[in-house]
């Protein structure tokens, strides 16, 4: 094999060269590569004298660029057909270089086999069975009916919208949340940790808010039993003000009154 690789027609030959082996002058004309470290330049090759050395083994590049175009362009449509990956403002998927769009089409088809396992569990009526205390003493379960299938889509589950658990406002804060969730015949308790912001206010006690969802951590927790209740009645006297603050205290204990 004379050279390493040949590529045909690259370019037309407005400078009539001939070729390095036939010495015709083709309309277009290729390029002929010797092998890496030869230290040979490379020569000008018509399509004809390029055929004979790809058939003796050297590589048709002209052949490897098509091949790579049609792999680029099966690869962009099945990541475009999956969604995992969408087009927006600063990238567009065509834009990526062949080795991310590899590692995207990866990426993509295991998210398609996970969305295609969560899709086929079904859950059995014994399953999403609850007993009646359950809508009184944990009226904020979370359960399979809610979008839960598995143990691991919970993380996914509270990171997409999470600061309804979080009590903030102006004056108050809570960083930790603690949610009962059931999935099947399993309870598990999880603790959210979050990043709070805050700003001073021109009148009145600093604004409070969710920044963002630190941690999602959770374990897996005995069936809840029936939380029993024995009532007691208290007087006090308020202000208004005070009375709003007492309130906002039950509530974050989650006591009832």
């Not at 309309?27 to 058939?55: L, M």
């Not at 889509?153 to 930790?176: A, H, L, M, N, V």
């Amino acid at each position: 094999m004379k050279y390493q690789a040949v590529w045909k027609n690259a370019f037309l030959n407005t400078t009539s060269r001939k070729c390095k082996e036939c010495k015709e002058v083709p309309e277009r004309i290729g390029i002929a590569q010797y092998p890496d470290g030869s230290g040979k330049a490379n020569e000008s090759i018509c399509s004809v004298c390029g055929d004979k050395h790809i058939s003796l083994g050297s590589k048709d590049i002209e052949k490897i660029k098509k091949e790579n175009k049609e792999s680029r362009e099966e690869m962009i449509s099945r990541i475009k057909e999956i969604g995992f990956y969408k087009d927006n403002y600063y990238r567009k998927v065509s834009d990526s270089s062949t080795e991310d769009l590899k590692a995207m089409l990866l990426r993509s088809e295991e998210h398609q086999a996970k969305m295609d396992r969560l899709n086929a569990i079904t859950f059995t009526e014994e399953e999403l069975f609850l007993e009646g205390y359950f809508a009184t003493d944990y009226p904020d379960l979370i359960q399979s009916e809610n979008g839960l299938r598995s143990e691991e889509e919970i993380e996914d589950y509270f990171r997409s919208d999470y600061s309804d658990f979080f009590d903030c406002g102006q004056g108050f804060s809570q960083d930790t949340a603690v949610v009962l969730i059931k999935i099947g015949f399993k309870f598990y308790h999880v603790t959210l940790t979050a990043e709070i912001g805050s700003a001073k206010q021109d009148i009145g006690d600093r604004l409070y808010w969710v920044e963002e969802l630190e941690k999602v951590e959770w374990k897996e927790t005995e069936k809840p039993k029936p939380i029993l209740v024995k009532s007691y009645s208290y007087s006090f006297e308020f202000t208004l003000e005070e009375k709003a603050d007492f309130e906002r205290m039950l509530l974050q204990h989650e006591y009832k009154f």
